[in-house]
């Protein structure tokens, strides 16, 4: 343990306290997992190591700022010297990665990204939490490495099959997760997490967009025919699935985790306009994705059997919840949809009429 280690952290680690890393803190679910954490360990100590990238955002983790027991380090999983220094500084018991390019129509316009930060980013925290021996290394991976699938459920053991840079990104380094298990025995966990939704998700991903859109007035634009199928959970109800795979999960082992809760992209956003009370006419049917998983859906009975997890939060009370934040959080949503989104935007929508 290096001699400076505690200067950053105003209250001293206790023998029992755990110091966790946690990559991509200032993202959706990342934000969201450290206020949980928060609430639920208050001696725990958290860093939260982040390149805030366009979905990075300080704001999301503003109650955090004058917590003596957290610490932001900005920097890059896919840079070595920028991870050996967290390490050297922090020696963290657990790391819990969730750091990623995480939007798959971005992975479309430039994967080169997806590759250095979902792959190498991966490879090189694993090198360090070896070196360092980490108690724990926590792989936050998605339901998308299986690819689509028209019926059943894929369970653990199901073929990886991902169809997108994004999922085939993330598919390589959940592979890379598992051999570092199979060939120094790390300590490691995955988890394969279906769409989460909930506040502070960046309005690129489906349920933000159509919200922001529809708040704003402006077309939702839906994908193809809108037959697509989605299974969405809450992100508290994820944060408490990493938080027991965190203590309870099996070294080794991967855990997914459902929603069970599937709905057509086109039944979900006309949803979505009911409680904003915006017209069906904003709808606006475009040009489909390439390569367009039709449909995810999860066997989570592993993670419910080893450790009584279940979704708890009934989706119309939490799509609810999550449509009033954004109306009262428009502040926050204005930040955002402005410079970089703005591009972003023209980029991915422009010139997308649907094809008759
Ligand atoms: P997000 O895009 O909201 O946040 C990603 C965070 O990672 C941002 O704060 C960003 O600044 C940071 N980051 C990106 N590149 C980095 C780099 N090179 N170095 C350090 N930090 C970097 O993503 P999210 O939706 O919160 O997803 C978090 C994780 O969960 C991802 O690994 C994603 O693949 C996985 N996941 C997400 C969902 C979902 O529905 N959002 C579902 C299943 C799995
Ligand atoms: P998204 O939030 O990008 O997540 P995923 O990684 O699961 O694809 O998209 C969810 C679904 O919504 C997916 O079927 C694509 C569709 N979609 C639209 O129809 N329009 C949009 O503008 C976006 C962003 C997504």
């Known amino acids: 343990m290096q001699e400076n280690t505690f200067n950053f952290f105003k209250n001293e680690k206790k023998i029992d306290d755990k110091m966790i890393l946690i990559t991509g803190g200032a993202g959706f679910i990342g934000s969201n997992f450290i206020r949980f954490m928060r609430n639920k360990y208050p001696n725990y100590k958290i860093i939260n190591f982040d390149k805030l990238t366009y979905a990075g955002n ?25 991870v050996k220094n967290v390490f050297e500084e922090f020696n963290p018991d657990y790391v819990i990665h969730f750091a990623a390019e995480s939007h798959v129509d971005r992975s479309i316009l430039n994967p080169d990204v997806f590759l250095q930060t979902n792959i190498i980013g991966t490879q090189y925290l694993l090198n360090f939490s ?15 490495v299986y690819g689509s699938i028209d019926k059943d459920h894929c369970t653990e053991e199901s073929p990886i099959c991902p169809n997108n840079y ?68 809450h992100v508290d109800d994820n944060c408490r699935a990493i938080d027991l795979v965190l203590h309870k999960g099996r070294i080794g082992e991967i855990y997914n985790v459902g929603g069970n809760n599937e709905w057509r992209n086109i039944d979900l956003a006309e949803y979505l306009l009911e409680l904003i009370g915006k ?10 994705r390439p390569s367009h998983d039709y449909r995810y859906a999860v066997n989570f009975n592993k993670i419910r059997s080893e450790l009584c997890w279940h979704p708890l939060i009934d989706f119309k009370i939490g799509i609810k919840q999550t449509v009033d934040w954004y109306l009262s959080h428009q502040d926050w949503l204005n930040e955002i949809i402005s410079g970089e989104y703005l591009k972003y935007y023209d980029l991915n929508y422009k010139n997308r009429d649907a094809q008759e």
């Open 166 to 233: 994004y999922s085939v990104s993330k598919a390589a380094a959940d592979n890379l997760v598992k051999v570092s298990y199979q060939t120094h025995g790390q300590r490691i966990n995955i988890v394969r997490c279906c769409n989460n939704y909930g506040q502070f998700q960046f309005p690129e991903k489906f349920i933000p967009l159509m919200i922001s859109n529809a708040i704003n007035n402006k077309d939702l634009p839906i994908y193809g025919d809108g037959n697509y199928f989605r299974d969405w959970l």
């Open 279 to 288: 017209p069906k006419s904003l709808l606006s049917y475009i040009m489909d």
């Open 58 to 82: 300080l704001n999301n983790v503003s109650l955090m700022e004058d917590n003596p027991d957290y610490v932001f380090m900005k920097g890059d999983v896919a840079n070595q010297k920028d």
């Open 130 to 144: 070896r070196l360092n021996n980490v108690k724990k290394f926590i792989f936050i991976s998605t339901d998308e």
